[in-house]
């Protein structure tokens, strides 16, 4: 049974830093794209980060562009996702997805975990 497990959300101010883990089991880590994913508030959930299981290509939604960076230790099972320069518009619920082949496609990603909360003050 897969499981994706996110944690290291919480409340932060604008400005600041957050680092996002998400750990992973029953499913063989290391040939799996693993992605991130939000949902604010009355929204839509939308792509934010994606990583090929080997870690040679990523992608970044526009909006998040030059301040997070998503990373994976295919060793750990573990992909993280660091979030700086933090906004009000980047707070909501973040997850984290795996899917063998490379997407930014919410809806053809399986797996997901229940999320974290990131809230941005301003």
């Known amino acids: 049974q897969v499981q994706l497990v996110e944690s290291g959300g919480g409340l932060v101010q604008t400005g600041g830093s957050l680092r996002l883990s998400c750990a992973a089991s029953?499913?063989?880590?290391?040939?799996?794209?693993m992605g991130w994913f939000r949902q604010a508030l009355g929204k839509e959930r939308e792509f934010v980060a994606v990583?090929?299981?080997?870690?040679?290509?990523?992608d970044y939604v526009d909006s998040v562009k030059g301040r997070f960076s998503i990373s994976r230790d295919n060793a750990k099972n573990t992909v993280f996702l660091q979030m700086n320069s933090l906004k009000p518009e980047d707070t909501a619920v973040y997850y984290c997805a795996a899917k063998p082949g490379y997407s930014v496609y919410e809806k053809t990603y399986p797996y997901w975990g229940q999320g974290t909360q990131v809230t941005v003050s301003s």
């Open positions: 029953g499913l063989t880590f290391n040939r799996n794209t």
């Open positions: 990583i090929s299981w080997f870690g040679g290509n990523t």
